[in-house]
C-alpha cells in the first residue's frame, strides 16, 4: 500500500497552523514542513499566474480563465496591509496580490488542504514560500512529499541512531558543509564529525546520501539495513487508504484495492458524449470507483454524484472509473480511451506522479 511506503519515511514536518503577520483578514497561512502555505481564511490554496508577471498591476487572467481560477477579490474600501496590495480588475473589482502577484483559487479544490491545482498547469504556481536551505541542499517534489535532495537531485537521507562507522561509510555519504559555510536558520545546524569532516544537520538530524542511489529520485537507500529514512519535510497529500500503487507499462498507477487501474476524464464531458464516447458507450466500458455514503473529503480527494444518485469517487477534481477492458492488474487499455491518438486526453490512466506537490520555490 502506498501509505505503508510513506510510513517508512520520517517526517520531519513542524505542525499546521498559522503564523502571526501582517495580512488581510480574508487570508491565512499554514506552516508546512518545507515553508509557508497561503491560503483563503477558510482553508483554500492560493495560487499565482506566471502570465500575471509579464504585466505588473494587472491579472491576465479574465472570463472563462477566471471562472477556472477565481479571484481572490477585496472588498470595497480595502487597504494594503504588510506584502498584500490590491489591483483593479476589468470592471472595477479589486484583487488581492501578494509582493504584486494577483492571488487566485482553483475551482477544483473542493475542501481546504486539496492542491488540486498544482498539477493543472506549468503557468500556474502554489502560492508558497519554502524554508531557507544550505546552498548544496534543495527541496524537490516527489510522490512520497516534499523532501531533501543534493544538487544532482539525489535523494537525501538522515541516518539510524548508532553511529555511521567506517564500513557503513562505504555506502553513505554525508552532506558535507564548507568550511565557510554558517547555520542557516533556526533549523539548519553544522556538525564537526570525528574524520574533521563538517555536516549538514537539519533539526538535529545528520544528512547523507547513498552511493547506491543512481538518479534522481532513486530511495535504495530505505533497503539499507540500519534503520536509515528518507528527509520528509511534508508527506504528499493524503489518500484513502484502499488506494493502491501498480505497476504498469505506462509506469506507477493509482489501483482500486483489487489493484485495478484507476482513470479520470480529464476532457469536456459534452464534448466527449457528442463526438467520442456517448452515454451508451460510457455504460458500456466505464465503471465509476464509488465510495460510501457521508465519507469525508481526503488530500485531494472527494465525491461527486453519477447520474442514478450513486456516490463516486473523484480525484483532482475529475470522477475517478474503472476500464471494463482491463482483465488484470496492471492493463491500461482505457489510457487516451475517447481520444483515438498519443494525446493525454479523454481518459486516462492516473499515474503515481500526480501526488506530486508542485510547491512553488
Given amino acids: ?196 569532516l563538517r555536516q549538514w544537520a537539519f533539526k538535529g538530524q545528520p544528512l547523507f546520501t547513498y552511493n547506491g542511489d543512481f538518479t534522481p529520485d532513486d530511495r535504495y537507500g530505505l533497503r539499507a539495513p540500519g534503520g536509515w529514512s528518507v528527509a520528509v519535510l511534508h508527506d504528499s497529500p493524503a489518500v484513502p487508504d484502499w488506494v493502491t500503487v501498480q505497476e504498469t507499462d505506462i509506469g506507477p498507477v493509482l489501483a482500486t484495492a483489487d489493484r485495478m487501474t484507476m482513470y479520470y476524464l480529464v476532457s469536456d464531458w459534452d464534448e466527449i458524449l457528442k463526438t467520442m464516447c456517448d452515454t451508451a458507450c460510457v455504460e458500456a466500458n466505464w465503471d465509476p470507483v464509488l465510495a460510501p455514503e457521508n465519507v469525508s473529503p481526503i488530500g485531494n480527494w472527494t465525491t461527486t454524484r453519477t447520474p442514478d444518485g450513486q456516490n463516486q469517487w473523484v480525484y483532482q477534481g475529475r470522477a475517478v472509473y474503472t476500464f471494463r477492458g482491463d482483465e488484470i492488474p496492471g492493463d491500461t487499455y482505457g489510457d487516451k480511451f475517447g481520444t483515438g491518438s498519443d494525446i493525454r486526453g479523454g481518459w486516462i490512466a492516473i499515474l503515481e506522479e500526480t501526488l506530486i506537490q508542485n510547491l512553488a520555490g
Wanted: include cysteine; charge should be negative.
Fill in 1 to 196: 500500500m502506498f501509505l505503508r511506503m510513506v510510513a517508512a519515511c520520517v517526517l520531519l514536518a513542524a505542525p499546521a497552523s498559522a503564523q502571526s503577520e501582517q495580512r488581510p483578514d480574508a487570508i491565512d497561512v499554514t506552516v508546512l514542513g518545507g515553508g509557508r502555505l497561503f491560503t483563503t481564511a477558510d482553508g483554500m490554496t492560493l495560487y499565482t499566474y506566471k502570465s500575471d508577471a509579464e504585466q505588473p498591476g494587472t491579472s491576465t487572467c479574465t472570463d472563462q480563465c477566471a471562472d477556472e481560477w477565481p479571484p481572490v477579490l477585496a472588498a470595497t474600501g480595502s487597504n494594503p496591509v504588510g506584502d498584500w496590495t490590491l489591483i483593479t480588475r476589468e470592471g472595477g473589482s479589486l484583487q488581492w496580490a501578494y509582493q504584486g502577484r494577483p492571488a487566485y483559487t482553483h475551482k477544483m479544490d473542493t475542501h481546504p488542504g486539496s492542491i488540486a491545482g498544482s498539477n493543472v498547469s506549468r503557468s500556474w504556481d502554489v502560492l508558497y514560500e519554502p524554508v531557507a536551505t544550505p546552498p548544496n541542499v534543495q527541496i524537490v517534489g516527489s510522490v512520497i512529499g516534499q523532501t531533501l535532495a543534493d544538487l544532482r537531485g539525489h535523494t537525501v537521507y538522515t541516518g539510524p541512531k548508532q553511529a555511521c562507522s567506517d564500513t557503513c561509510m562505504n555506502a553513505w555519504q554525508p552532506v558535507e558543509a564548507p568550511w565557510v559555510a554558517r547555520p542557516v536558520g533556526e533549523d539548519w545546524t553544522i556538525s564537526e564529525r570525528e574524520d574533521g
